[in-house]
């Protein structure tokens, strides 16, 4: 069994995001890491290999970026992953979600795994499609923000909270699967593992080496066009209070209570 | 012209729509008049779909209803209808109330149809003949405005639509056959909607003091029944803590739980993630106590208060004691 992890460098949590007003796009500079979610996603396919149930070959995390990206696949790399690819093309650059999808897809295809996995959101663009997207293009059973997965010969049964309580679906393989953070606790890499990833095999694609046709990728391919930014109505801040004497943190907000008759 | 209709999912569970997609019809209706269309709604289920339920729609705004028999609560049977209607019907857009369904399918809705897809839109517009969505980014620090080249796909943030009863009397049924996708029918529900946890009621409760992840551990939430206990609340929980088995389901707030308006809402070890804010970002006076002052909480709560829960709980509950006992 192969099994490719999607992973995604993101802005460094303790790094103010902004979005460049000239082009509407995140500015991407600044501090980078793998994205918190991801990790989960490089746990759970070690815990597959690990676990015994099935035989896994091969453990490829795959990306989708700038140059700088390289290196959340060196950190999936040594994390568990075995080997990477990085998709990076100037035409590439403005891809909307459907567009991503698409050229991520494209790339898993030369790959043919037996399962993908990504994390369910991003820690920068906030959003949960990736893998729906993906999946329908790689025409394989998808589900999203799955907490638990036990994996058997050609077929997988995940739980994961839906909108009336914990659902539990059998998805045949290959499948496309999302992962949430209870899923697993993801291991710290070893200070042998992070020496050595940079070693470990890393292939650079461009688009026409997986056959992304250039006109559905980038600014021009994206269906749809953002702009026109604006700051959400002002919300009056609140009060902040520094606990220092504990004691008078509690008399003060008792007081802010008994103000609102809330006692 | 048919491509002014706009088509909207409704998703149901045991007899009754959900209420995000009630609220996302009613939205549908009111941009497929601005747009010179109608609201056209697909439905996918089995025999409880009756002509009753489905028809029902109409009260908010559905002229037609087209209703899909296939197996319930899985995404990518609901894409392939979706697909089907808007090809043969020349739809433009498609819209989705807030929730993990809608996310899951609008997004492979939006990969077949090579279309634009926004997810977490906050308000729609129509603006020159065309949709517009709204949608806030970056930690709802800042909104952007989606257009669509040609079809778009747009996904509510949950409670962003708001339900509302047009008065229209029963829709029109039209039964769909739809021929699923191989891959679409790879996927099977075994349970659904399994409850966890003991069944306890935070929708009634004017005070709620609601613990997350920096509780440290399920114990935590001791103190926060007793805080509870004092002020004549309930006691609620974030998403992560739930699906850590800290606390009950039926407890949990946000994006796949309940969402709730009380006077006051404490939120004690919490972030403050957006999938949680949709849930009680309504609530009257939101206090926040957390050791992160940089966490997301602090930007919408009335009162934050930066410090250690466990110092600070108990003796704000000592506290409360007194002063009622007093």
């Given amino acids: 069994m192969k099994i490719c992890v ?130 329908d293009h790689l025409k394989m059973p998808s589900l999203t923000q799955v907490i638990k997965m036990d994996v058997a010969e050609g077929k997988l049964t995940c739980e994961r909270q839906a909108e009336y309580g914990y659902d539990t679906v059998e998805v045949a393989l290959p499948a496309v699967i999302s992962v949430g953070d209870a899923i697993n606790e993801p291991r710290y890499p070893s200070l042998k593992a992070i020496m050595g990833a940079k070693k470990k095999q890393l292939d650079a694609v461009a688009i026409g080496d997986v056959g992304i046709e250039a006109g559905r990728v980038g600014e021009e391919g994206s269906r749809v066009v953002c702009g026109e930014f604006k700051s959400p109505p002002e919300k009056a801040g609140g009060t902040i209070i520094e606990d220092e004497d504990t004691n008078e943190t509690v008399e003060k907000i008792l007081a802010w209570l008994d103000e609102r008759k809330l006692i | 012209m048919a491509q002014n209709d706009i088509l909207v999912y409704a998703l149901h569970y045991e007899g009754e729509f959900n209420k995000n997609s009630l609220g996302a019809v009613s939205e549908g209706a009111r941009v497929a008049g601005e747009l010179g269309g109608e609201c056209h709604v697909l439905v996918l289920g089995g025999d409880d779909l009756s002509d009753d339920l489905a028809g029902s729609l109409g009260a908010h705004g559905a002229a037609k209803v087209l209703r899909v028999k296939g197996p319930e609560g899985l995404a990518q049977p609901v894409v392939d209808g979706m697909a089907q209607v808007m090809d043969a019907g020349g739809h433009r857009y498609a819209l989705f109330g807030g929730g993990l369904l809608g996310f899951e399918i609008g997004a492979g809705l939006a990969a077949r149809l090579n279309a634009g897809v926004t997810m977490e839109v906050t308000a729609v517009r129509v603006e020159g003949g065309e949709l517009l969505a709204e949608r806030p980014i970056l930690g709802d620090s800042s909104i952007s405005t989606s257009r669509y080249r040609e079809r778009g796909i747009v996904i509510g943030r949950l409670n962003a639509f708001e339900l509302r009863a047009v008065g229209g009397g029963a829709a029109a049924i039209e039964d769909v056959d739809v021929e699923f996708s191989p891959w679409s029918t790879q996927a099977t529900m075994v349970t659904r909607g399994e409850q966890r946890g003991a069944d306890v009621n935070i929708e009634d409760a004017d005070i709620l003091i609601a613990g997350g992840r920096g509780l440290g551990k399920a114990e935590g939430f001791e103190a926060l029944e007793e805080l509870a206990g004092a002020l004549g609340g309930a006691v609620a929980a974030t998403r992560a803590v739930v699906d850590a088995g800290w606390y009950p389901y039926a407890a949990q707030i946000g994006q796949t739980g309940k969402t709730v308006a009380p006077k006051l809402y404490l939120a004690a070890g919490i972030s403050g993630a957006i999938q949680h804010k949709v849930g009680m970002q309504s609530s009257e006076n939101i206090v926040a106590i957390n050791k ?35």
Avoid: W
């Avoid at chain 1, 040594?78 to 403005?94: E, I, K, N, Q, Y």
């Avoid at chain 1, 790959?111 to 959003?127: I, N, T």
């Fill in chain 1, 6 to 135: 999607l992973v995604k460098e993101v802005p460094d949590a303790a790094v103010q995001k902004r979005i460049d007003p000239s082009t509407g796009r995140m500015d991407r500079g600044g501090e980078k890491n793998l994205n918190p979610y991801d990790t989960h996603a490089i746990e759970a396919a070690m815990q597959v290999r690990e676990g015994g149930a099935v035989e896994v070959d091969e453990i490829v995390a795959v990306t989708m970026g700038p140059s700088s990206a390289v290196r959340a696949l060196h950190k999936a790399v040594s994390l568990g992953a075995d080997r990477s690819v990085h998709l990076s093309d100037d035409a590439l650059a403005g891809s909307d979600v459907a567009a991503t999808g698409y050229a991520l897809a494209k790339t898993l295809e030369r790959e043919s795994p037996d399962l993908v996995l990504l994390g369910q959101q991003s820690d920068d663009g906030e959003c949960y499609t990736i893998g729906a997207v993906v999946a």
């Fill in chain 2, 292 to 326: 992160d002052s940089n966490a997301p909480i602090f930007e919408f709560s009335d009162l934050g208060i930066v410090g250690d829960l466990n110092k600070i709980v108990p003796k704000l509950t000592e506290a409360v004691k007194a002063r009622k006992g007093g």
